[in-house]
T-cell receptor
Framework: GDSVTQMEGPVTLSEEAFLTINCTYT??????LFWYVQYPGEGLQLLLK?????DKGSNKGFEATYRKETTSFHLEKGSVQVSDSAVYFC?????????????FGTGTRLTVIP | NAGVTQTPKFQVLKTGQSMTLQCAQD?????MSWYRQDPGMGLRLIHY???????DQGEVPNGYNVSRSTTEDFPLRLLSAAPSQTSVYFC??????????????FGDGTRLSIL
């Protein structure tokens, strides 16, 4: 079945540090991959996505590359800010399993300190 | 732009009570879904709908019912609340049901506690 394995948190970084959150997946078919972000007290928002191998999704300084050979979609940012403090979820949607159902990782809580 | 609206935001129930969590979207989205979020487990799919009149089970459907009588509304019913259903519930939607490239739009969640 489909599943997502995500780096356990929490992660605490100083402002301007480099961020990597690891994500690997297992899928029956050929999935689309997403990173969602959840700020305190809010719902999830799409951060970035990639729909085919070697695609790079990017938004707000965050990047992730769809690596089919390693079944990975690691999230990176070169210089984090306090405002990036949130919970980050890696997710996939597999067109082989039908509809738009999302399979999520467990989430990684990021705290950025000044 | 309302997007996906969930009500209530908070609710406390006693074991055995029933209730309905409301979800409405004003974007004419075909696909709607319910997830529950539990610590250390991410979000898990409860039920989903690919259009009015069509619903199906997700990963954790036991103890929940849904219906989709209109495109806009997708209520989630707890038949007989149990403490294991204490969670944060999210409703989500996307424009087309069979296009996995599309991201989903999430509501702000309903925090439910069962005593």
């Amino acid at each position: 079945g489909d599943s997502v394995t995500q780096m356990e948190g929490p992660v605490t970084l100083s402002e301007e540090a480099f961020l990597t959150i690891n994500c690997t997946y297992t899928a029956t078919g050929y999935p689309s991959l997403f990173w969602y972000v959840q700020y305190p007290g809010e719902g999830l928002q799409l951060l970035l996505k990639a729909t085919k191998a070697d695609d790079k999704g990017s938004n707000k300084g965050f990047e992730a590359t769809y690596r089919k050979e390693t079944t990975s979609f690691h999230l990176e940012k070169g210089s984090v800010q306090v405002s990036d403090s949130a919970v980050y979820f890696c997710a996939l949607s597999d067109r082989e399993t039908g509809a738009n159902n999302l399979f999520f990782g467990t989430g990684t809580r990021l705290t950025v300190i000044p | 732009n309302a997007g996906v609206t969930q009500t209530p935001k908070f609710q406390v129930l006693k074991t055995g009570q029933s209730m309905t969590l409301q979800c409405a979207q004003d974007m004419n989205h075909e696909y709607m879904s319910w997830y529950r979020q539990d610590p250390g487990m991410g979000l898990r799919l409860i039920h989903y709908s690919v259009g009015a009149g069509i619903t199906d089970q997700g990963e954790v459907p036991n103890g929940y019912n849904v219906s989709r009588s209109t495109t806009e509304d997708f209520p989630l019913r707890l038949l007989s609340a149990a403490p294991s259903q204490t969670s944060v519930y999210f409703c989500a939607s996307s424009p087309r049901a069979w296009n996995s490239d599309q991201p989903q739009h999430f509501g702000d969640g309903t925090r439910l506690s069962i005593l």
